[in-house]
């Protein structure tokens, strides 16, 4: 048996997806920089992708710029702010994803950028009243939020956000990783200057990405050394990549409704299951267990810690059902959650993040929960059986 929710970190790749890049693989191979037939259907390929995507996000082609990722798009977007507009303030918040957080402590020991942590409420939540105190005290700063939570599916209204931050000049940036593809994200009017995405999360191939830049804002060049990309990212596209990108999307906003139905309904189910088992010092993490203020996918719990140091994510693991623990990205560099740990500093028990996919089914939600079900109740057994013993002797 091998059930999957860890899907706010990967997803398995869509068959049409991987049908559409393969022609791209060893039938188109030309280089898109090349000056024959080949070459320029190549690049017509790239150029049709990069319309796909602005097309689905009310964006114009020339705004989308194509990255090896979301980390690489979130370093190009920051560095660029700050360098074009010689920005000296920073606001995000400590539950940022770790590719802003890390980029903008280097900044702030190498070039002395004042850094500022906008105030969260109990579940997470961007406290705007504070936000707008402090631009009304650093104005023209960089703002970065990230528009859906990796770990805790909490929404940030982009919109308020927007509105807040231009009213002092300030320019804006947000990871929409997590939300692009699942719920509706108009870059066009949504007032963000940069936003970033990643194919890997909507069913797509690993090591693509793109930057969203606005035409009005100031880009610098990433990569020296070729043409590619208007000039500001040297090297040879990932052209299968690419189209493979594209068409995830467009499968992605095609069923978008459908999908998010499907979702909040394999959520729904995973919340009642949990709660029946009536386990103390168990509860939800941040926003996750609401279906309208977190993303459908994903669903965060702390549960009770279980006796002699086991982790409820082995037993899973064990079981063949895989979860997580937090960000993937953590997990190399073994630490535990940031974002829980901002938000529940004094919390003890194990929190684990389950995220779902298209390909989730109703059976497997049940399987997991009764999976967890067992877990529990074979260690309260143990205990009681331990204890038991103790008073015998």
């Known amino acids: 048996m091998n059930i999957y929710l860890d899907n706010a970190a990967t997803t398995a790749i ?27 259907k190549v690049h017509e390929a790239i150029e049709t992708s990069r319309k796909t995507i602005a097309d689905i996000l009310n964006v114009f082609p020339e705004e989308i710029f ?3 990722g979301a980390t690489e798009a979130n370093n190009w977007a920051i560095t660029s702010s700050l360098d074009a507009y010689r920005i000296k303030h920073i606001i995000t918040s400590p539950i940022e994803h770790k590719s802003i957080l890390e980029t903008y402590t280097e900044h702030f020991y190498k070039n002395k950028i004042k850094l500022s942590f906008v105030n969260l409420d109990k579940k997470g939540n961007v406290n705007l009243g504070h936000l707008t105190k402090l631009l009304s005290e650093n104005p023209r700063s960089l703002v970065s939020l990230m528009h859906v939570n990796n770990e805790i599916g909490n929404i940030t209204n982009l919109e308020e956000v927007s509105e807040i931050a231009k009213t ?3 320019v804006v940036h947000s990871d929409t990783v997590q939300s692009l593809g699942k719920i509706q994200l108009n870059l066009g009017t949504n007032g963000v200057d940069f936003a970033v995405g990643s194919a890997h999360k909507i069913h797509g191939p690993k090591g693509i990405g793109f930057l969203f830049a606005r035409k009005r804002t ?36 095609q069923n978008i409704e459908k999908n998010k139905k499907h979702l909040a309904f394999l959520k729904e189910r995973l919340i009642g299951s949990l709660l029946k088992l009536g386990l103390d010092d168990f509860e939800f993490n941040g926003e996750s267990d609401s279906l309208t203020n977190s993303l459908p996918n994903i669903l965060n719990a702390r ?7 086991k982790l409820l994510l082995n037993i899973l693991d064990e079981q063949g059902i895989q979860v997580s623990s937090g960000s993937a990205c953590l997990n190399l560099s073994k630490g535990g959650s940031h974002v829980i740990s901002s938000l529940y500093p004094k919390s003890d028990g ?7 996919s298209k390909y989730n089914s109703l059976f497997e939600i049940d399987t997991t929960a009764r999976a967890i079900a067992r877990a529990f109740r074979s260690e309260k057994r143990k205990i009681v059986v331990n204890e038991l013993s103790y008073v015998h002797a």
């Open 66 to 68: 194509f990255t090896s």
């Open 218 to 253: 100031t880009l610098n060049t990433l990569l020296h050394g070729g043409g590619q990309e208007r000039g500001y990212r040297g090297g040879t596209e990932n052209v299968a990549s690419i189209v493979g990108f594209a068409k995830a999307l467009e499968i992605a906003d």
């Open 168 to 170: 002092y000049r300030a």
């Open 303 to 309: 549960f009770p810690s279980l006796p002699d140091n």
């Open 350 to 356: 194990e929190n684990v993040r389950f995220s779902f």
């Open 14 to 40: 869509d068959s049409e997806v991987l049908n559409a890049m393969m022609p791209y693989l060893y039938r188109y191979y030309g280089n898109p920089s090349s000056n024959h037939s080949l070459g320029r």
